[in-house]
């Protein structure tokens, strides 16, 4: 099974709501990863957790506040986002750090 | 500092015909290259990588992509595109945990 799953597929949130994004993947990888994606551009790395440890944080605003709670599962918590931060958010996982890396479908955040 | 270049934003393209998508990259350290497509509503798949050996990396759909180290490049081919092949194609470069992506190629196929 190379699949990674997000929930939920779509969210809309106002911008003092608390919410959210979740990310799982049961292939056994240690790495997981959080993407943001605005409309036509690429993938920018957000998060990197390396054997449940944050080992990468791209100087992402603290309104963003990544958790892993155990091998398997990835959340995203979101509080006090804007409206710019509307946008596809990607997770990943690999074993194999950059060399092989599963993408999940996303969840496409509105934020109003 | 690792960078990629994607020349070209858009490709149109007439169904069965072949098709390039170009890409350049730039780093001081031995790199590892990768090509993704992103179908609409849908995240990333990958497509080939190149690591290290054969310069001619065979992928998945009929793709296939030539690593040049003297020019820096690593262009995707296909010899005859489908409909189906309509999608955003990103070249990324990577090392150890980090990926970073082109702006992305467009390609259309027409029937």
């Known amino acids: 099974d190379t699949e990674v799953t997000q929930t939920p597929k779509h969210l809309v949130m106002g911008m003092t709501n608390k919410k959210s994004l979740k990310c799982e993947q049961h292939m056994g990888h240690r790495a997981m990863y959080w993407y943001k994606q605005k409309a036509k551009k690429p993938p920018e790395l957000m998060f990197v957790y390396s054997y449940e440890k944050l080992s990468i944080n791209e100087s992402v605003p603290s309104r963003f506040s990544p958790e892993c709670p155990n091998s398997s599962l990835l959340n995203l918590h979101l509080h006090a986002l804007q409206p710019e931060d509307s946008a596809l958010y990607l997770c990943?996982?690999?074993?194999?750090?950059?060399?092989?890396?599963?993408f999940g479908p996303g969840t496409r955040l509105t934020v109003t | 500092a690792q960078s990629v270049t994607q020349l070209d934003s858009q490709v149109p393209v007439f169904e069965e015909a072949p098709v390039e998508l170009r890409c350049n990259y730039s780093?001081?350290?031995?790199?590892?290259l990768f090509w993704y497509v992103q179908y609409p509503n849908q995240g990333l798949q990958l497509l080939l990588k190149?690591?290290?050996?054969?310069?001619l990396v065979k992928g998945i759909n009929g793709f296939e992509a030539e690593f040049n180290k003297s020019q820096t490049s690593f262009h995707l081919r296909k010899p005859s595109v489908h409909i189906s092949d309509t999608a955003e194609y990103f070249c990324?470069?990577?090392?150890?945990?980090?990926?970073?992506f082109g702006t992305g190629t467009r390609l259309q196929v027409f029937p």
């Open positions: 780093s001081s350290v031995s790199v590892y």
């Open positions: 990324a470069v990577g090392n150890t945990d980090k990926l970073i």
């Open positions: 990943a996982s690999s074993q194999n750090g950059a060399y092989e890396q599963y």
């Open positions: 190149y690591l290290s050996g054969s310069t």
